[in-house]
C-alpha cells in the first residue's frame, strides 16, 4: 500500500502528456473553458463571425476573432477582479438579478418591434 501511495505522490505511471494536462486542466481551468464556451455558442456573434469568413479571408477573420475575444475576456477577468475587491459577491449577485428582473418586464411590457 505504501508503495502505491509513493508511486501516485511521485507521479510514476503517468506518461508526460499526461502529465502535462493534469497541470494545465485545472477545474478552474475546464469550469472557465465550458462557460465561455456555452455561453458564446451560438450567439450573434458567432454568426456574424461565421457570415464574414464565408465572404472574406477565413483566416484572418479566425485571428482577429480569436484576439478580439482575448481581449474582452481578459478585460472581463480584470475587471472582475477589481470589483470583487471592492465590493461583496452577495452584492453583485443582487444587483444582477434585479437588473434581469428590469430587463425581462421590460421586454414584457416593451415588446420588440
Not at 505511471?13 to 464556451?37: A, D, H, N, Q
Not at 483566416?59 to 470589483?83: D, P, Q, R
Not at 443582487?94 to 418586464?105: A, D, K
Request: hydrophobic share 45%.
Amino acid at each position: 500500500m505504501e508503495e502505491v501511495e509513493e508511486k501516485l505522490e511521485s507521479g510514476q505511471g503517468k506518461s508526460t502528456v499526461r502529465r502535462y494536462f493534469s497541470r494545465f486542466c485545472t477545474p478552474i481551468f475546464l469550469e472557465s473553458f465550458i462557460l465561455t464556451f456555452l455561453a458564446e455558442w451560438g450567439d450573434r456573434s458567432q454568426i456574424a463571425t461565421i457570415a464574414l469568413a464565408t465572404h472574406k479571408n477565413a483566416v484572418g477573420v479566425a485571428v482577429g476573432a480569436t484576439i478580439g475575444h482575448t481581449i474582452c475576456t481578459s478585460l472581463a477577468v480584470v475587471g472582475g477582479s477589481m470589483l470583487a475587491s471592492k465590493i461583496s459577491q452577495r452584492t453583485v449577485a443582487t444587483i444582477g438579478g434585479l437588473l434581469f428582473l428590469c430587463f425581462s418586464l421590460s421586454s414584457y411590457f416593451y415588446p420588440p418591434l
